[in-house]
């Protein structure tokens, strides 16, 4: 398994856009890709899961993988694209404060993530 991280501490430079194309040209090339959206303004899951309904992104997605309260083959949905994505969603907004007190569940984050590779 390959790991790509598309990162930047700024906004605006065009993270989202360079992920997405970076994901279906992955895919376009009989890769298996797991799209992984971590910003509370959720632009990469709106491109993938646009269909969904918000309450049912909102309901099962990253902030419920790093929280510890869901694993996270019961989160990644399948696209029509072929690229499976961790939905972010505003909820992910309140996550810092919560690891604030406890940062256990985000250090367990990349082992929970390899298992289902």
Same mark, same amino acid.
């Given at each position: 398994?390959?790991? /790509?991280?598309?990162?930047?501490?700024?906004?605006?430079?065009?993270?989202?856009?360079?992920?997405?194309?970076?994901?279906?040209? @992955?895919?376009?090339?009989?890769?298996?890709?797991?799209?992984? %959206?971590?910003?509370?303004?959720?632009? @990469?899951?709106? =491109?993938? $899961?646009?269909?969904?309904?918000?309450?049912? /992104? %909102?309901?099962?997605?990253?902030?419920?993988?790093?929280?510890?309260? $869901?694993?996270?083959?019961?989160?990644?949905?399948?696209?029509?694209?072929?690229?499976?994505?961790?939905?972010?969603?505003?909820?992910?907004?309140?996550?810092?404060?919560?690891?604030?007190?406890?940062?256990?569940?985000?250090?367990? =984050?990349?082992?929970?993530?390899?298992?289902?590779?």
């Amino acid at each position: 398994m390959n790991v /790509i991280t598309v990162a930047s501490l700024k906004g605006g430079v065009g993270k989202t856009t360079a992920a997405v194309h970076l994901a279906l040209a @992955l895919q376009g090339a009989g890769k298996r890709v797991l799209a992984v %959206d971590l910003d509370a303004n959720n632009n @990469l899951t709106d =491109f993938f $899961l646009r269909s969904a309904a918000p309450e049912d /992104i %909102d309901s099962a997605g990253a902030y419920h993988v790093l929280a510890r309260k $869901l694993e996270i083959t019961a989160c990644v949905r399948k696209t029509p694209s072929g690229v499976d994505v961790l939905p972010g969603s505003p909820s992910l907004g309140r996550l810092s404060g919560e690891l604030a007190a406890n940062p256990g569940p985000l250090l367990a =984050f990349g082992p929970r993530l390899r298992k289902t590779a």
